[in-house]
């Protein structure tokens, strides 16, 4: 019992650090460790992994937000669209076949994985346009940071509003209708799309998640998807950890966070992919 405790407390701090530096909570990492390497029912993996995201959320969130690092004005903008977008994928269950959306999504992730590459390989990680976005400016939704890595203050741009709005409601059906989670969508939309710094992408994402896991943690409670002896531990760790690396996101180049999200997006995307085709290569 104490040395599953203690492989919860490490399994969570691991997941913390990397949800907090990528923005796409801790899921995709708990989950296979959870089922293929303790042999957890995936049920309760899914319970644990929504946990994990709520608790990155709370931890990360809060340093952000002291820093002024993620875009409030941007995440409640498309909080709406996930909501909905989520809300009718949970009532298209049974109506639309799952393998279209997965094919889309997965193209669409490994579309951004390629046009981080290419932004990695410009260099150019704000966007500086002399006549700003015309919604963007009125919704107010362009913002400033502090980058720790630079010791600068970086004033950007957000453009392609309807853009990042349809692609996060896009991700909100999937989520609904898949039961998958969406901070890479998120970190897409805001990187890919709305031209953001990856920085406040990452962070901003870090908030939207903990919001929509939140609406579904009950249901998984009161369901019995989540195990205490589990849960509790690995939330402990993933808070820690979540401390831990929204601190290091804030001094590591963006670069450097560029080339860890890069195989992250193409793994799932081709898992997506994949899964559309009907062909499983990756479990």
Known sequence: MVQTALIMLGVGLFAGIAG?????????????????GMGLSIKYAIGASIIAVIATSSGS?????????????????LEIATT???????????ILDPKYLYLLFGCLLVFSAWNMVRKLRRGQEVLKRVTPDRIAAK????????????????????????????VMFGAGVASGLLGIGSGAFKVMAMDTFMKMPLKPSSSTSNLMMGVTAAASATVYFFNG??????????????LVGAVIGSRIMQVLPARWIRIVFIP????????????????????
């Open 139 to 166: 919704l107010k939704l362009n913002g400033s940071y502090f980058d720790k890595a630079e010791l600068r203050d970086v004033d950007y741009q957000v453009e392609n509003v309807p853009a990042g709005f349809a």
């Open 225 to 238: 998807s989540i195990l205490p002896g589990i849960a509790v531990p690995m939330a402990l760790g993933i």
């Open 61 to 77: 969130t809060i340093a952000y937000l002291r820093d002024n690092v993620l875009n409030l004005r941007v995440a409640m903008f």
């Open 84 to 94: 909905i977008g989520a809300i009718i994928g949970a009532l298209m269950t049974g």
């Open 264 to 283: 992250v997006l193409l793994y799932i995307g081709l898992q997506m992919v994949f899964k559309g085709l009907g062909v499983q290569l990756f479990s």
């Open 20 to 36: 907090a530096i990528l923005g796409i909570g801790g899921g995709m990492i708990i989950t296979p460790i959870l089922t293929l």
